[in-house]
């Protein structure tokens, strides 16, 4: 069955939105990031406007104590612009919002680099304790595995032995008989010969 391009479309859609979903967290921190060091060049630059109005506020010449004679001449300073109150005081108060923002995210990146450190110590110390583990038991199944076929070639020892042990006593019962008079060589009763 073959699926159109609108069904693959949406179904792309559907893998793309499920995977920012899960990144969310990740997409939030980047925002607010940009978000911090966005405030932070604004305050920046009206700080940067605030001191070159400053010093051009400054450098300008302070007029004659006395006055002009040419009434026709007039005068070259100008009033200084408004500063805007409301809007550095915003920015102050977003730089401040920034500001404890950063210093919560870092005290939370420092607890969570204490964490992974500890994570890997332990993961350091599990896997050295597996790897003794692996060892020791590696070692524990070559000594059993050397012990049953001890046990065995033992086991075929005892065969052996018994084996040689049942022929000994046949032979020992065949010369008892033949000593006793019952048998003689070959195999033949004495005295059933000459019968």
């Not at 859609?13 to 939030?28: G, P």
């Not at 060049?41 to 010093?55: E, F, G, R």
């Not at 977003?94 to 990146?109: C, F, G, H, I, P």
Request: net charge negative.
């Amino acid at each position: 069955m073959t699926t159109s391009w609108q069904d693959q479309y949406l179904a792309a859609l559907q893998i793309r939105d499920r995977r920012e979903q899960a990144n969310k967290s990740i997409y939030d921190a980047c925002t607010s990031s940009f978000h911090l060091l966005s405030s932070d060049l604004l305050i920046s630059l009206a700080d940067t406007k605030l001191a070159d109005h400053t010093s051009t506020l400054t450098s300008q010449a302070v007029p004659s104590v006395l006055p002009n004679t040419n009434p026709n001449a007039t005068t070259s300073a100008q009033p200084p612009p408004e500063i805007d109150i409301t809007a550095l005081t915003a920015l102050r108060t977003d730089l401040a919002t920034a500001q404890s923002t950063r210093s919560t995210l870092t005290s939370e990146l420092a607890d969570l680099t204490t964490t992974l450190a500890s994570l890997q110590s332990t993961l350091t110390s599990t896997s050295t304790t597996a790897n003794s583990l692996a060892r020791e038991k590696a070692i524990l199944e070559r000594k059993l595995r050397d012990r049953d076929e001890e046990l065995k070639e033992k086991g075929r020892m005892l065969e052996r032995v018994q084996d040689e042990v049942a022929a000994l006593e046949m032979q020992l019962n065949l010369l008892e008989e033949e000593k006793e008079g019952g048998w003689g060589k070959g195999g033949v009763r004495r005295g059933s010969a000459g019968r």
